[in-house]
DNA sequence: TGACTATGACTGACTAGTCAGTCATAAATG
DNA sequence: CATTTATGACTGACTAGTCAGTCATAGTCA
C-alpha cells in the first residue's frame, strides 16, 4: 500500500532529478519515458478538472486524453486525490519561480509593479493556470493540502512581496497613501478579479485586463505625465 | 413529465402569493407547510452545496438535513441540477433587492459607496452568502444557466450602478481619475477578494474587510481629512 | 356538527447506472 | 529470461431518480 505511494514520489522526483549519484547523466530511456507520460497525465487531468471540476472529473477520461490505460494513473499517482493535488503543485510551482524573478530594482516602484502585472497578464490571466487558480478556489475548501499549499506558496508570499514594494513606494515617495502597506490585497484584487472573469464572464463581456490594470496603477501612482 | 415542473413552480408562487383571486386572504395549512418544507429544503441545500460542491453532495443529505424523505425533494424540484439553479435564484435575489436600496442620494458619493460597502459586508462578506458567491465561481462554468443569471442579475447591475456612481463622483470633483469609470470592476474588487479571502484563508491570515474596505476609498477619493 | 370521501403531500425501498480502484495478464526492456 | 511497466476488464460501493403505497387534511353532505 504504502510502497506504491513512494514509487510514486520516486517516479515524481525521477522527473526533475534522475537519481542523485549520476548527476547530470541523460536520463535513461526508461525514466524518460515515464516521466513524458506522467507529464501528459497531468495535462490531461488539468484540462478535465478545470472543464469538470474534482468530483465531477472521470479517471477514464484523463487516461483517455492522456493516450494511457487507467491504471497506469495508479502508477504515477496513489489515488484521484493525491493526483489532484500533486497536480496543483506541479502546475503552480514553476509559475510562482517565474513570477518571482523580478527585474533588477533600479527602476521605479510602478515600473516593478508594472513589469509583474505583464509577466502574470501573460503567464496567467486567460491561461488554462487562470483556469486552474479558479479551481482551486473552488474546491479549496474541500482540499485543506490544496488550500494551506496555495496559501503558503504563493498567496502569503505574493503578499509579502507585494507589501515590501508598496514600503518601497512609500519611503520613495512614489505611493502617497501609507495605510495601503497594510493591504496589499487592494494592488492584487483587480489581477485576481480579471482572472475570475476571464473564467465566467469573458463570453457576457469582454474585458481588456492589461488597460485595466493600468487604470488600477493610474489609480495608486497618480497619472503618468511623461514616460 | 412537465406536470411535476408547474406544480414545483406553483408550489414556490404559492409562498409568496396565495392566489391571485382571494389577495390578503391567509394561506391554508397545506401551502404553508408546503412553503416551510420547500424553505427547508433550500436551506438545507445551500449548506450542503457550499460544503460539498454541486457534483459531491447527495441528495439523501439534504434529505437528512432538511428532515424530509428523498422523494419530497422532486415533488418541489425537478431535479438535483434545477435544484441547484432555483437555490442560487432563491438566494441571491433578495440580497439584491437589498443592496439595490441606496440611501438618500444628497450625500456625497463616498458617504453613498461607503454605506453599500457597509450593507455588502454585513449581508455577504463572512456569511453564507459570500460562500454562495464562492460556490457560483466554482460551479459557474458547468452551469451556464447559473452563471447567466449571476452575470445578468447581479455582475451587469452592480457594474452599470457602480459606473454611476463613479461618474457622478467624477462630475462633482470627488473623484479625479475619469478613467475609473471605464473599470467599476476595480472599485469592486477588494470586497469580492474580501469574500473569497474569508471562504478560503481566513483561518491562515485572519482580514479585517471593513478596514481594507475603508482604505481602499481612501485611495479612491483621497483620505478624509474632517467628517 | 360529525361522519364519510377525496385529495395529494409525503415516504423510502428499489432500480439502473456510474465510477474509483484492483489485479491477472501481456508487452517491453535490458 | 527476469524484471519492470502497462493494460483494461472487472468488482463493489455508491447514488440519482422512481413509484406504489400511506395518511393527514380538506371538502362534502346529512
Known sequence: ????????????????????????APMSNRATRAAERRDAIVAAAMEEFIARGFAATRLDDIAKR????????????????????????????????????????????????????GNFLKEVIGTRRGDLVRLIVAEGPRFPAVADFYYREVVSRGIAGMRALIELGIARGEIHQANLARYPQIVIAPAMIAVIWQSLFARHAPLDAQD????????????RRTT
Open 1 to 24: 500500500m504504502t510502497k506504491k505511494l513512494t514509487k510514486a514520489a520516486a517516479a515524481k522526483a525521477a522527473t526533475r532529478n534522475p537519481e542523485a549519484g549520476e548527476d547530470a
Open 212 to 223: 485595466m490594470l493600468r487604470v488600477h496603477l493610474d489609480l495608486i501612482f497618480g497619472e
Open 66 to 117: 492522456a493516450g494511457v490505460a487507467k491504471g497506469t494513473i495508479y502508477l504515477h499517482f496513489k489515488d484521484k486525490e493525491s493526483m489532484f493535488e500533486e497536480l496543483v503543485r506541479t502546475v503552480i510551482v514553476p509559475v510562482v519561480v517565474k513570477l518571482s524573478a523580478l527585474p533588477p530594482p533600479t527602476s521605479s516602484v510602478r515600473d516593478l509593479i508594472e513589469t509583474f502585472a
